[in-house]
């Protein structure tokens, strides 16, 4: 790349930066900065809730298998009684 089209090339971001930044308002700034930290928190409790239901999940699937392994393992030892075994 020569020197004029790195030149050419920046001032087409600077135009493109300056054309962007004529357009905001005070007002849309400042919804901005006042929106920005409750997008955070709402985005932080998804990940929180997600992450709560997976260990829900996951404890709730082992206490089903634990049950029903236990009942399993209940009903073998019952039959052996049963049979004097």
Do not use: N
């Not at 260990?55 to 019952?78: E, P, Y």
């Amino acid at each position: 790349m020569t020197t004029a089209t790195i030149s050419a090339h920046w001032r087409q971001v600077f135009e493109r930066v300056e054309s962007r930044a004529k357009t905001l308002t005070p007002r849309r700034v400042l919804l901005a900065i006042i929106t920005a930290p409750l997008f955070v928190l709402g985005w932080l409790l998804a990940w929180i809730v997600g992450a709560v239901w997976i260990a829900l999940a996951w404890a709730i699937s082992a206490v089903q298998l634990g049950w029903t392994d236990a009942r399993q393992v209940g009903a073998k030892r019952r039959a052996r009684k049963q049979l004097g075994l």
